[in-house]
């Protein structure tokens, strides 16, 4: 019913918009339809429909029209397809929406390595092949963007810190709720012939592709705005909703990892927003800012679209590192190495992410004496990377290991992450990166980090947090073999990316030289077999949450907030708000408690926790 | 309970504190959008402006959005006070001043449509600027104008943080502005 | 205190910002039409003190943390 709403208001906000909009272009004496032009303008009265049907006006809005505001009172399943402002429903929002998009993506890589088995455009023409190739691509950075964050920063970060929510429950519920328009506009980019500039939208090429070009610059501008809101919300919850004795330095780690990702997320999003709103004036209002003939500057559009995307690419990771070294922690039974240490180097990457972004462009024309500043400031960001590095190997180190299948995708991702962040060493170098610019070295590179790094961070979230969130298990067994089958999978693709990178294949291309062939179909088949991966998960994932055995509160043993609660948490997580005593990772320290909970003998515990 | 008082005391910030973290926050990050547009105004224009700018109609708006920020100050006090007819009071002239700035803007439009259209290099820019910062103006007289209608009716005779908020928002449109100005006129 | 004197108190800092804005936004106006060597660093200095009257001024920059208007 909700849907239903929003897409009428949605729809009658872009009439009423279009209506505008032409007006506009008839007294101006232009013709009065044009799809983009009108379609660009209608979108945000589209949105703000969208927005107000969906739940903003009834819950919401209406007391600022001296209205009392309708009382929310749905239950059960329904509650995840309306306007609720439950941070552990907006999670899981968040989780089944991206985890959709996730698998969707994926389908379009698996057609593209298929294209790839064999020279020649066998099944999709190079125009066929760039789009799906850019649907790819675009799909998977907002998966990597907002994934995790959205997923697990909503669910489990206002219970690791003590809350009862977020600071702002509507705010988070409007940031989950921009998403569909972004789904909408990806599907009217793909129905109307797609994009062939790939998810990086260079100009002049996306200022003068077709139509589709136009719903690719709407999709990531709506996306941007739910990025800075729920971003916002996150940054404001850590530093006023923590607990009584919630210091700091007693945050678990993924708390820092997640509040360190929502600065860089608050900051730097809007210059992609506004990279797009320049493409989409340039498009459809006649401005000519990525247009030479006219004296506008297309390097113009790398330099802001890089300043966001460098620093996203810290977005998508730091969430992944927080999850690794909270895993590697609670599962080497040792409390985590170097905390403090590992913090400052979250903090140095939010620091030193903002002076890296020209290392994108060192092909692109840019002033030549920037090269090597760039290339010093990108290998110097490998140093606070170090010290998160270090802290995991320091954890594990005479660790009392317990294999499990959340601590394996952990491994997985510091065995990837390291190859990922060794390769981006080669690249930061100028001279290598001339020759392997725009090659499937590249290509390798960023997935070893993104899918190895960042997406086997989401998927060992999902088996650890999947009993709180659902009150069930899921099979032990079938999680091993897919980390395994995926992990093999993984590697047995992106490894020979890098041989094949090296040989002088190129990036978005439908068809390449024969000698290239035998190559492209082993990593065809590896990806073939990564992609079947999956099927495992999925058959795993959706069998436990309707069948799986009941979950204990806290079937790891760990020590942080979420699981001295039940599985699932009460609507108010906390019985009475807790009192945290000492840091979550105090394993093997006798008598050594992280928070009291409340309930009988509270005063003795906290006395205990006090003089200890 | 005692040595609760003991423990390092966090999670003691009220709502309004709450709200206004959150609101600077959204203006930092707004911060970052306008000093964007400025980079991109310096990076395809130098220190140029054109001479067929109307510096007449820029002085003109530029005080008008200037005096309005003052009664919008006033606005505020007076609903911090609970003095109501006194915030309607100014709250109306805000109103009325932000609605000139925007005529003022819509009158420049007209002219510097045929001066230097969008389609050359100081139009793109000064098009662009001028929008996205009317944009910001005609959103905040959006909320001026339900602040105007509640704060008549006395829903903020207990609260005053909504008249609070929506004025500091008339604020920040007023900062960007001191930036605009200068880079778009000046020079 | 009463009411008068006090709306006189909470009137008065923002006489005094709204007379310094004017003030600078005349001196702009006069140092960009006299076309004088360094302009750009004056009316960039000059934007940067408008803004801090504004923010400090009106926008009590200092009560984000505080509880008072
Ligand atoms: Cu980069």
């Known amino acids: 019913m909700t849907i239903v709403r929003g897409v009428v208001a949605g729809a009658v906000g872009y009439v009423l918009g279009a209506a505008l909009i032409m007006a506009i272009r008839a007294a101006s004496g232009a013709a009065a339809w044009e799809v983009e032009s009108v379609t660009a303008g209608a979108w945000l009265f589209a949105l703000t429909g969208w927005l107000l049907g969906v739940g903003v006006w009834r819950y919401w809005a209406r007391p600022w029209f001296g209205r009392p505001a309708d009382t929310y009172t749905t239950t059960g399943w329904r509650r995840y397809f309306d306007f609720d402002t439950d941070h552990k429903v907006i999670g899981v929002q968040y989780l089944i929406t991206f985890l959709t998009m996730f698998f969707m993506a994926g389908l379009f890589a698996m057609l593209m390595r298929y294209e790839l088995m064999g020279v020649g455009e066998d099944i999709l023409n190079s125009d066929q092949y760039n789009s799906i190739m850019s649907l790819h691509g675009t799909m998977m950075v907002f998966v990597a963007v907002a994934a995790t964050v959205g997923a697990f920063g909503n669910y489990v970060l206002p219970i690791m810190i003590g809350a009862d929510d977020m600071a702002y429950p509507k705010l988070n519920a409007l940031s989950f709720w921009l998403v569909p328009p972004v789904l909408v506009a990806l599907t009217a980019s793909f129905l109307l012939g797609g994009y062939d500039t790939g998810w990086t939208g260079y100009a002049p090429l996306s200022v003068k592709n077709d139509v589709g070009g136009l719903f690719f610059n709407l999709a990531f501008f709506s996306l941007g705005l739910s990025s800075i809101v729920g971003a916002l919300n996150i940054i404001v919850t850590v530093i006023t909703m923590r607990a009584r004795g919630m210091t700091w330095f007693r945050l678990p780690i993924f708390v820092w990892s997640i509040f360190v990702t929502a600065i860089l997320s608050l900051i730097f999003t809007q210059f992609v927003g506004l990279a797009m709103l320049l493409v989409i004036l340039d498009r459809t209002a006649g401005t000519v800012f990525f247009d030479p003939a006219s004296g506008g500057q297309p390097l113009l559009y790398q330099n802001v679209f890089w300043f966001y995307s460098h620093p996203a690419v810290y977005i998508m990771i730091l969430p992944a590192f927080g999850i690794t070294l909270e895993m590697v922690s609670h599962f080497s039974r040792k409390p985590l190495f170097a905390y403090r240490w590992a913090v400052g180097g979250l903090l140095g990457i939010m620091g030193m992410s903002s002076v890296v972004w020209a290392h994108h462009m060192f092909t692109s024309g840019m002033a030549e004496a920037l090269r090597k500043p760039f290339l010093a400031s990108t290998e110097l960001i490998s140093i606070p990377t170090g010290f998160i590095f270090l802290s995991a190997l320091g954890t594990l180190w005479l660790g009392r290991i317990r294999y499990t299948v959340p601590m394996l995708f952990a491994l997985g991702v510091l065995f990837n992450f390291l190859i990922g962040g060794l390769t981006g060493v080669f690249l930061a170098d100028v001279p290598v990166d001339i020759q392997l610019q725009d090659t499937y070295f590249v290509v390798a590179h960023f997935h070893y980090v993104i899918l190895g790094g960042g997406i086997f961070a989401l998927f060992g979230a999902i088996y650890y947090w999947f009993p709180k969130m659902t009150g069930r298990m899921m099979n032990n067994r079938l999680g091993k073999v897919h980390f395994w089958w995926m992990m093999v999978g993984f590697n047995a693709t992106f490894l020979p990316m890098f041989i094949l990178g090296l040989q002088g294949m190129n990036r978005r291309i439908a068809d390449y030289t024969p000698g290239l062939e035998s190559a492209n179909r082993a990593v065809s088949m590896g990806g073939f077999f990564l992609g079947t991966s999956f099927v495992i998960f999925l058959a795993n994932f959706i069998w436990s949450w309707v069948k799986g055995p009941p979950a204990p509160d806290n079937p790891w043993g760990a020590r942080t907030l979420e699981w001295q609660i039940p599985s699932p948490p009460p609507h108010e997580n906390f019985e009475i708000p807790p009192i945290v005593l000492a840091d979550p990772y105090g394993y093997g320290e006798p008598g050594s408690v992280h928070a009291d909970l409340g309930g009988n003998g509270r005063s003795e515990s906290l006395e205990e926790g006090v003089q200890a | ?187 | 205190m009463t009411e008068i004197a006090a709306k006189a108190v909470e009137r008065s800092p923002g006489v005094t910002a709204i007379v310094s804005l004017a003030v600078l936004t005349a001196v702009e106006f006069v140092v960009s039409s006299a076309d004088i060597s360094g302009s750009l660093a004056m009316l960039t200095v000059i934007a940067l003190v408008k803004a801090a009257v504004i923010l400090s001024a009106f926008m009590h920059l200092r009560n984000v943390l505080r509880e008072e208007g």
């Open chain 2, 1 to 187: 309970m005692t040595t609760t008082e003991t423990l390092p005391m966090e999670h003691t910030t009220s709502r309004l504190q709450i709200n206004r973290i959150g609101l600077w926050l959204f203006f930092f990050s707004e911060t970052m959008l306008f000093a964007g547009i400025l980079v991109t105004r310096f990076t395809l224009l130098g220190t140029e402006v054109h001479e067929e700018v109307s510096q007449t109609i820029g002085l003109i708006i530029t005080a008008i959005l200037l005096a309005s920020s003052y009664t919008a100050f006033r606005a505020e006090h007076a609903a911090h006070r609970g003095d109501r007819e006194e915030t309607t009071r100014y709250l109306s002239m805000t109103l009325g001043l932000g609605a000139v700035f925007v005529a003022g803007v819509a009158f420049e439009w007209a002219e510097a449509f045929s001066a230097f259209p969008p389609g050359t290099e100081f139009g793109t820019v000064f098009f662009t600027m001028t929008g996205i910062h009317a944009f910001h103006v005609i959103t905040g007289l959006i909320f001026l104008a339900l602040l105007w209608n509640n704060s008549r009716q006395g829903r903020y005779d207990a609260d005053a943080w909504p008249v609070e908020a929506g004025v500091k928002y008339w604020h920040f449109v007023d900062v960007v502005w001191v930036f605009f100005y200068p880079a778009l006129y000046l020079l």
